[in-house]
């Protein structure tokens, strides 16, 4: 089978997504759905606020009634938690803050413009022009009854818990989290902290990959590693298959000898979108679709195994695919503009994304282990730089596109 020819970025992006979309729908208990995304516009039960209440401690009246510098009759009090009676013609009402407003008023005096007695007010000079509304939250002044209060796909974060809570929203239609199984393959590969053997090295990419998979809200898991030969490769792939949204083996993608992973992913009928990619590192990058005979999907994203790959590659690539199946409505990964801090030199023919510092100037360095094994600069790195495939050096000075490291 002839090699084929590698992707730019972009539209492997683009091939990936649209290839993916939102997962089941199910309905959640309002405090178990942080980190969800909606999967249905969220609209308001009722006005929000529900009813006009004070939003300081105070006196409710008539503006119409105020006179600074006077004494006002004063009858009742309002209360949060119940009803007010109604205003009397004429007098004032002892309020509290969130207390409903009694009908008949419009307006609070802040406490610390008055003194009162049981019997009267008095309103003091510091007293300002009391027009209606002061001091007063109005009904509906936030959200009309079926206004919408969150969009499809609007991740649920502490505030729009909070929204949502306010709204009566009991339960909530969500889509299910994504499961991840990433296959770390390698005859070299052993569990970090056990006995090493000559040639050996610690599996690290499942830890990473599957901690990247969990910020994005995904439940992930590391399989056994899959030893470098025809069978264990598939059995493992196989076992992945059946249950997961997404298959993330690692390593043995590429067409050396004992790169088994492309082929067995043939064998299982993993459907491919593009192998290979226009960028460094992770050229050797393999997307793909498997539909099961019951129906159920698998994506697979096949990474290359060097650490660095393997990080670039899922963060440009399977973060987006798990955003798309957790149902955000803009998946991509958005860079922003930086200044470099040092000129960057590059080899030309390839989209380069070094592992760099990101600084709160606004500027921007590369870090200086840039192989695709080192790991050194990956645990230092808060942003990748893009370097244009068709250019050899950038200078000092110049504007760059960079993507801040952030899962979410």
């Not at 998979?213 to 470098?228: C, F, K, N, Q, Y």
């Not at 390839?350 to 760099?356: M, S, V, W």
């Not at 192989?371 to 000092?396: H, M, R």
Request: with cysteine.
């Amino acid at each position: 089978m002839p090699s084929p020819e590698p992707l730019p970025f972009d539209a492997a992006l683009t091939r990936l997504l649209a290839e993916v979309s939102p997962l089941a729908v199910e309905t959640l208990p309002l405090a178990e759905a942080a980190g969800r995304r909606l999967a249905g516009a969220a609209r308001a039960r009722g006005p929000l606020p529900a009813f006009d209440h004070a939003t300081m401690d105070g006196f409710a009246l008539r503006a119409s009634e105020f006179v600074a510098e006077t004494a006002m009759p004063l009858h009742g009090e309002a209360r949060a938690g119940r009803a007010a009676p109604p205003l009397r013609p004429g007098h004032a009402m002892r309020i509290f803050t969130g207390a409903p407003l009694p009908a008949g008023a419009d307006a609070v005096v802040a406490q610390e413009d008055a003194t009162y007695t049981d019997s009267f007010v008095y309103f003091a000079s510091s007293a300002q022009a009391v027009v209606p509304g002061k001091f007063v939250r109005a009904r509906g002044s936030e959200l009309a009854e079926g206004a919408e209060a969150a969009p499809t796909g609007c991740e649920i974060g502490p505030g729009l818990l909070a929204l949502l809570a306010l709204l009566d929203h009991g339960n909530v239609s969500v889509y299910r989290r994504p499961r991840v199984v990433v296959v770390p393959t390698g005859d070299e590969l052993r569990a970090p902290g056990s006995t090493p053997w000559a040639g050996s090295i610690p599996e690290a990419n499942g830890a990473m990959i599957a901690a990247m998979a969990r910020g994005v809200g995904a439940e992930a898991s590391v399989a056994p590693i899959a030893r470098d030969d025809r069978d264990a490769p598939l059995a493992a792939l196989s076992d992945a298959l059946r249950d997961a949204d997404l298959v993330v083996p690692i390593g043995g993608v590429s067409v050396g000898d004992h790169d088994h992973v492309p082929a067995a992913l043939d064998t299982l009928g993993v459907k491919r979108a593009f192998y290979k990619i226009a960028i460094k590192p992770g050229k050797p990058l393999l997307f793909g679709t498997h539909v099961a005979s019951d129906g159920h999907t698998a994506r697979v994203l096949a990474l290359p195994g060097n650490p660095a790959s393997a990080f670039v590659t899922f963060f440009l690539f399977g973060l987006p695919l798990l955003r798309a199946l957790a149902g955000a409505p803009s998946p991509r990964p958005v860079p922003r503009k930086a200044t470099l801090r040092q000129a960057v030199r590059h080899a030309t023919g390839r989209l380069e994304f070094l592992r760099g510092r990101l600084h709160d100037d606004g500027t921007v360095e590369a870090l200086a282990a840039q192989a695709s094994g080192a790991v050194t600069s990956l645990a230092a790195a808060n942003a990748l730089l893009a370097i244009p495939a068709e250019l050899a050096e950038l200078a000092a000075g110049s504007s760059i596109d960079v993507y801040p490291l952030s899962t979410r």
